[in-house]
């Protein structure tokens, strides 16, 4: 038995010549969920650029780029290419997206102080998030496990109920952009006109608004939590001794 042991020693390969690629800075930039976030931005230009002169084309890529942020996070996973540039990358890319297609139904409806309120509400509540994330010292902007708000707790414990809730809100935004024919639509007027007229079309947005009311209502609680947590900080800095 102890030659046996012995030869197995012999034979085996040294741990050293098993050792992993060194990363590169280069080879996190070309990860395959950052390849696909550089290709988001890109369509998002593209998208942008031509949103008044073709809507329906502008809403597809915008709506695939849309779709693309849950696609490079199931990649991101699959191939063990988590990243925190990957993941600045994307909530960037979200933000920027929505603030500019919220600036464009502020230009094309009235009251546009509603959109550029959604605006502020979504940029704010999400850098407090990831700044109070740094002071606690977590990994994940949607690591709110120590939580008492039920709501809060559920949107960011349950991936379907959060891709609900977002898709909700980037496809309403998406339909209020096609049912604008003029500079000055009234978002009330247009709204009630949906109620009124039984449709596929109507039975959409009421199934996006209530989505999109459950987002709009995490941020709130999202914006004053973390607002918590960054008074909290300050005052534990200034009574340490």
Known sequence: MLLNKEFIKEVQWPRNLYHKPRLTKLSVYLYIPNIIG???VLMNCYAFAICFSNKQLFSFLYFVSFVCDGVDGWCARKFNQVSTFGAVLDMVTDRISTACLLVILSQVYRPGLIF????????GSHWLQMYSTFLLGKASHKDVKDSTNWLFKAYYGNRMFMAYCCVACE???????LLAKRENDNLIEVLMGLAYHISPLSVLVGLSLFGWAVKQAVNCIQLKTAADVCVLHDINKKQSP
């Not at 550029?116 to 940029?123: G, V």
């Not at 496809?171 to 952009?177: C, G, R, S």
């Open 171 to 177: 496809v309403l935004y998406i339909i209020l952009f």
């Open 38 to 40: 550089y290709i988001r």
């Open 116 to 123: 550029l309120s959604l605006l502020a509400l979504d940029i």
